[in-house]
């Protein structure tokens, strides 16, 4: 089982989820997260002081899968959250050794 | 019997009272019967006076055979006298309670938001804090000592102790003061002013400085610096009272020396003695929420009314005029200072408009009852305008931690406030010199009285030396015997968990 973390655009995140739906995804965490790789930030001003803002929002969803599934679901996400400019996000795929399921301490891909 | 001296004056007065009653009824919309009813009743009085006048001017034989109807005449007369009196002060107490009810709302929840939302979040509570705990505290030491130390007759810089435990004041009026109200009244109006001064030097110390020592602080604050300043610029005997004759008569209706440069100028010199917050300059510490500060301020601007249109102690014309006024200088205000913001950074911010608006309604404060609608303008703009640059330059010039810009604001506004109203204060607005023989004279600058901007200058000198004596004395002290500063691991901690041991928001709580 591959884990995919993928950190998106926050104005991307409708889109992302619509397509990780239609692919069949049926189980997603999302987080709210700032940070930043090569995006510039955007300064404000308050009385008289100027704040560099360079934390940007962003979103970050995590979802397990199975390995089958992981290339499709990269696609999926990739094509949704493109926009062309600095700042789309990437993703990342772990290794994931064991899933189990709390409500009936089910485990392996059927979890997923 | 009565006298004739005492006839003469009550039916001078009461045919005043007649002509304006029976004027106002017919000029008022309703029914022609009410008025005419109204007219009719108040000119049999008329007649009842100047009958009973004609009796008793032959002196006391002539009075001696009508004495019955003479007597009943005058009871009538003197319960007239008083209904009517009754009504006037009815009206001018109703204004009076209300605006004592806008100005303590202007500390809480006006200054309370304001400076609330400008600190971090984890000190939003203990800002807060101060200024309300000061609702509480200023209160019961006005009651117990500084009401008296500000208002009891006594010398040039403090009255006496006359009023203590609020001895002698009741629901009589004291002319001097205020005539129509209840010296209590005017006690309690006058209260909520001793509780937002000091609460805007929270300003300057705001994230740093120790509840208890704040405490400690405001009460011998409040003795030392407020109860004198007020003392002489509205106190019987006041050096610098205008209208009962002080030395150096110094206009300032409603504070703007008494309120705004002492607060401002202690501000400062607390900053300075202080030193700035742990971070700062470099460190950024935004506001945590401008949304609090927004309400904030729109609820001092809509208090101010109180602050300014109250301090004409009465609900008439004089009033309207200090609400215009009031108005009108925090609306050209705000322009000025979005309009500089927005020549010199491309954009005019939210915070700088409330700031701007603030600005405008300090520096009107001492011009409020003295100056036209369109000085008004003049004076806001300029407020705008200067506390602007004091705010971005000036403070990031000298690098002092004025954390909420109390001097830059309320410092820096009031002085120029009280200086601008020697320039536009007009005798057609408020008549309030007049010469021996009573007639008017001019008021300020531009009327022609040029000597009214030193009395002025006089004025904001003497809070400038009052505040930054009191104030280093009065820190020194507490910092001696208690310490001002939070320790470094509190200010890092925050001060709502340190001192008060609580969290402003629990939104990150599950559930």
Redesign the interface.
Known sequence: MTKVEAIIQVSKLDAVKDALHEVGVEGMTVFEARGHGRQKGHT??????E??VDLIPKAKLEIVLADEMVEKVVQAITTAARTGKIGDGKIFLSRIDEAIRIRNDERGDSVL | MTSINSFDFRKGRLSRYCCDAAFKARSRKGSMKNSATVCLTLAMACLFAIGALAQTSGGNAAASGTGAATEAQSARIAKLEQAVADAKSSGDNAWMLTSSALVLMMTGPGLVLFYGGLVRKKNVLSTMMQSFALMAIVTLLWGLVSYSLAFAPGNSFIGGLHNVFLRGVGAQPDPDYAATIPLQTFMVFQLMFAIITPALITGAFAERMKFSAMTAFMVLWSLVVYAPMAHMVWGKGGLLNASLGGRFPCLDFAGGTVVHVTSGVSALVCALYLGPRIGY?KE?M??HS?VLSFVGACLLWVGWFGFNAGSALSAGALATSAFVATHFGAAAATLGWSGAEWWK?G?P?A??AI?GAVAGLVAITPASGFVSPMSAIAIGLAAGVVCFLM???V??MFGYDDSL?AFGVHGAGGTLGALLTGVFASSAVNPIFKNAQGSTLASGLLEGNAHQFLNQLVGVAIAWGLAIVGTVVILKLVDITIGLRVSEDHEMQGLDLSQHGEEGYSWDSPA
């Open positions: 404000e001003f308050y009385r008289g002081r704040y560099t | 300059p950024a935004p506001p401008v950074r954009k911010s915070l700088g700031s705010v971005t330059k403070k990031s810009d």
